[in-house]
């Protein structure tokens, strides 16, 4: 029973990486010393008025900037800064920067009900 | 009083010039409708592949804009979106975009 045990603690922690949040230290840390700031902002609520026009990342579904920073990596979202930007990112990088980036506050929310 | 009247006339003319350049928002309002069943749903998942679809409410609208060129055109491949994208003009794209940007709860667009 105990060497049962033991097998299960190991296997949890052999766990793959994917399954663990992303460190949003190491992702404020990208979001500032890789350039993202100069088109989002430094807050991450990108202001109006440029061209391209940036989203505002702050507050975003973490796995939604994670798609798209994967979808701009490889391509599948193309023509824009962004894929220069995704290029050099790992997936660490990404979950970290999404994890960074989900936590702090902005002006983002779902869509209210509507009505006719 | 004939020019007086010709000048009024062009200034409503240019006034209605410049609100059909931007969106409207409550016009977008209405023709977002077909949105909420999924972007107005917290924490909304896509079938496959599996990701929450994004948050719209107070995004910047030059940005929708784009996003939705881009889907419409299939630069960006979402079957979904494609389809969405495809029943709206560009200028419902402006309304709907500018509708989404009124939403922000915070902060406002110079800030």
Known sequence: ?116 | MRIRALTLGLAALLVSLGAQADGDAAKGKVAAYACIGCHGVPNYTNQYPNYRVPELAGQRAAYIVQALKEYKAGDRAHKTMHAQASSLSDQQMQDIAAYFESLGKTAPAGQ
């Open chain 1, 1 to 116: 029973m105990k060497k049962l045990n033991l097998i299960a603690a190991a296997l949890v922690l052999a766990a793959p990486a994917a399954f663990a949040d992303g460190n949003p230290a190491s992702g404020k840390q990208i979001f500032e010393t890789h350039g993202c700031a100069g088109c989002h902002d430094a807050s991450a609520v990108a202001k109006a008025g440029q061209d391209p026009q940036p989203p505002i990342l702050a507050g975003q579904y973490k796995d939604y900037i994670i798609q798209a920073l994967r979808e701009y990596k490889k391509n599948e979202r193309k023509g824009s800064p962004m894929n220069a930007m995704a290029a050099p990112l790992s997936d660490t990088d990404m979950k970290d920067l999404a994890e960074y980036l989900s936590a702090l506050p902005g002006p983002l929310g779902t869509l209210p009900e509507g009505g006719h």
